[in-house]
């Protein structure tokens, strides 16, 4: 008997699933229903139908590529929105972007910002506990206080009672009020809701009271505090 062509068989109409195929089971031909077949393929699979149909993607990377490198050449070629990195996900190019919204921001080298929405801007070892803390370059300095931040410097720290608190920059500061202001070098506050500093140099002070309560002014060389 003369064999016939499968592709001179006529056209098979919509699956049921209870139709039969011929597979290959252990060097031996066999018969199974093709439901057989799509119960082994769980929701984990998409095929390949709907994902074309769906995502151009699937079709050029399909189309052109046989490895991993391919698929990412194939797609950053045809995509414009494709972002410039490299088959481990690291940005190749500066990137332009107009708007970037994220939880928090880990910039600079070995930094980790662990708190809620706290955020390292760049420096050296800084950490940001606090929730909604940061710290703003510089190196070795830490937010424990939430709500806080330190504005450069090194070797600062914002202990967790310091909500609020914000140390200027300086060496070796230690904020532990809540609402204080540290700047300068080894200060460590002493009451929340005031500024710390080792010396202070204020330019053109009133020489007349200016009758505002607590403004400072200079009386012919004397400070003195308006009331």
């Known amino acids: 008997m003369a064999g016939i062509k499968i592709s001179n068989l006529p056209a098979a109409l919509a ?10 089971q252990s060097t031996c031909t066999k018969s199974t229903p ?40 194939s797609y950053q070629s045809t995509s414009a929105d494709f972002a410039q990195t490299d088959a481990a ?39 940001a506990h606090g929730g909604g803390s940061a710290v703003v370059a510089g190196n070795n300095n830490d937010t424990y206080g939430s709500f806080s931040t330190i504005a450069g ?17 300086g060496d070796g500061n230690i904020v532990k009020h809540s609402n204080a202001v540290a700047m ?12 710390h500093t080792a010396s202070l140099y204020a330019n053109n002070l009133p020489t007349a009271d200016p009758g505002v309560a607590g403004v400072i002014w200079n009386d012919s060389g004397d400070l003195k505090i308006s009331v």
């Open 34 to 73: 093709v439901s057989a077949i799509a119960a082994i393929i769980t929701d984990d699979f998409v095929t390949n139908s709907q994902y074309a149909a769906t995502s151009g993607a699937w079709t050029t990377v399909n189309s052109t590529s046989a490895n991993w490198d391919g698929v990412y050449s």
């Open 184 to 195: 300068g070098t080894c200060i460590t506050s002493v009451s929340g809701n005031m500024l």
């Open 89 to 127: 996900n690291c940005f190749t190019c500066t990137q332009v972007m107009t708007e970037l919204k994220v939880d928090h921001l880990e910039a600079g080298y070995i930094v980790t910002a662990t708190g809620a929405c706290a955020s390292v801007l760049g420096g050296y070892y800084n950490d």
């Open 153 to 169: 410097g090194q070797n600062n720290c914002i202990q967790a009672c310091g909500t609020n608190a914000f140390i200027a920059g």
């Open 15 to 24: 699956l049921s699933g209870s139709e039969t195929i011929a597979i290959v």
